[in-house]
């Protein structure tokens, strides 16, 4: 690799990188983010690889007409339909694509431009076969600005990054614009923090500025530990660059030398990522000495996180930078003051450092109109749950929650009822039906009681019982409670036995006034932001589903069925055909009948486990 | 079934190894330790008092950070490692019943080591699968939409392999 040195050599490898991208005539996209793989995109990469090499068509074996390119990308978002494949320059979105038709693939519409039927994504309301991404329901309503290159470019590749435009709006930061100019554009943009707070990102960077020290940092937070969130794991494996480009400019603006990105070490493949783009950028002097012959210097370092939720807390991922426990501190001084090892550090999330570049290259007021009065921009949300299209989505600031789960996530599956949709992960809360018209933005979400996040958006259908989902979260939090204040660490404990007592069947109505009071003692006496949030998921459930608390209480009954002791398994007898594979599967022998006769479950000896259910393809087995 | 004996070894040598690979910073004690983790699949006790003793970090330090974070173990792990994802999405499409059944197909809680050292049975907060849920994985490798009446086959796979 050839070091870039100034601004006309880095234009220079643009022209020359955008042209060769532009001679391309047919490329291959495969999806390869971790969901996609889950899925088997690995295979179907290496059946292209081989495929293409045994019709002497790979671009990297024989450049000119008619061969092709193979590119492994990062996440296309729509994770539910994977492994996803697009064929350009048609821009043909193929989904669920197998190994087995891949030969198929080139063949007929590589090589030959046709259509294969079966590949293409079925509208489910009209029939109708969908030709390009874009014209999928999923992805109509969505505003791409930050995911869109995910599925342009190689995230192991530089090369491709700055081939569509990356590194210009670094190269225009520390060469044309002051810190301070910077700073005033990311305040008037609007950019507020994507990690769940929503601070706004330029007063954060213009109180770092302030202090005066000979040492600065910049932390990228890509700890996401909120269960049910994956965005920034997408974008740190699907386009690494644009969150260290994002950094370069933060740390120019406030006068830093030395970047941290603290991944969480359940993030393997984004691991990977980043740390590769580092080393390709410092290759290229795009990070190290001197940048682009600006005279600022600047380099980056990457931490795995040990696997603590309280370690995406802003002071206790910095004690984890530091060699340290994860316990957060009290933040009477802000990290922008005294940060990691005592010295001014800005910290912002990965979504929100994939925003910068945007910011610089289209301006403050372009981005501004994007979005509600007091929050700009786009937001990713993981849409996962009950819901038929499940993915990333990114959409404007603003859109209702009933878009994104009805036309963009096509509803609920299975004809069920839509109940809640839980948003901002154990933080956050869960809202009903009545609020889903709600725009969402922060201040509107916090208002409702529950809160933006850092971006989950689970739905729920009539299955689930909101007050085991409440002490899910309890739970979690209890587990992940780092244990060194006691509103948190006594509090939620107690939160935990009284919905525990609850969910078995042996709640009081008092024990539902008791989870309010100490809601409230917990939220306003603990130190952190883990706990000050934790008593959310309850309060939310409560305010909008207090029948069913009622329901758990005085009736002992569980109408989702999920509460253990509250329910039991039985046979119904007109749907059973007495095929005799319950009976088979049943793990403790508690189901009889004879085969061709109708079965039976003996409650005494039932333990719920639910293989009945499963296995069961008449319909015959019911919860109650 | 006896428990199987877990010999551990070239602890000074390792130890020194994988500290130089952090300029011997203490600052770096979460990578190190995880690093040695990686050699031996858990953090034996020789290996701590070991770190201790190189960094000259107190050994309370050292355990601090080794029982703080859900990453490490302190004891010895199967030669499978099953994850169960209990993240949201995942609790919601029923992942705590594939747990409860795994729980007690291989007799053991969350947390625990068959005897045999075959298998280590855990859980984790969120994988980033959410829409392939319930996600269980087994030495890296994912196992999309599970049941619990899939659980018997695939700790039979497991074994046999």
Redesign the interface.
Known sequence: MKRIESREALLELYRELAGEREKEEKYIAVCTG??C???GAQEVYDAFKEELAKRGLDIQVKKGEGSVSLRGTGCHGF??R?PLVAIHPRKIFYQLVRPEDVPEIVEKTVVGGELIDRLLYEDPVTGERVLHEEDIPFYKKQMRLLMAANGQIDPKSIYDYIAIGGYQAMAKAILDMEGDEIIQEVIDSGLRGRGGAGFPTGWKWEDAKKHQSPVKYVICNAD???????MD??LLEGNPHSVLEGMIIGAYAVGATEGWVYVR????LALENITLAIEQARELGLLGENILGSGFSFDVKV???????V?GESSALMA???????EPRSKHIHATESGLWGRPTVLNNVETWANVPIIINKGAQWYAKIGTEKSKGTKIF?L???VNH??LVEVPMGITLREVIFDIGGGIPGGKEFKGV?TG?PSGGCLPQSQLDLPVDFDTLDAAGSMMGSG?M?V?DEN?CMVD?AR??VK?LTE?S?GKCVPCREGLKHMLDILTRITDGEGTMEDVELLEELGYVIAHASLCGLGKSAPNPVLSTIKYYKDEYIEHVRDKKCRAGVCKALVKYIIIAENCTGCHVCFK?C?VGAISGEPKGIHVIDQEMC?K???CK??CKFDAVKVV | MAMTEVVVENVEQNVKEVLARYGN???????I??DLQDIYGYLPREVLREVSHQTEMPLTRVY??AT?????TLKPRGKYTIQVC????C????SY?VL??LE??LGIKAGDTTDDLMFTLET??????????P?VIVN?K?H?YM???KVESLIKEYREQ
């Open positions: 971790t969901a793989l889950a899925n994770c539910g994977g996401e530990g909120d269960p049910g969130a994956y794991r997408s070490k359940e993030y393997p931490a795995r996180g040990g696997g603590a939720f370690g984890s930078i530091e060699g340290r426990v994860a993981s996962v749950g009950d499940t993915g839980q992960g989950g689970i729920m689930t989902v899910y979260f979690f992940e780092c599967r793990p333990i486990c639910g293989i499963d296995v | 910073n203490p600052a770096r004690m979460i990578e330790l995880q601090h950070v703080f974070f859900k990453a490490f209990t993240g949201t999405a609790h919601v499409k029923g019943r409860e059944r007690d197909v984790v907060n969120c994988v980033g699968a959410c829409a392939l849920g996600v890296h994912y999309a049941t619990p009446a």
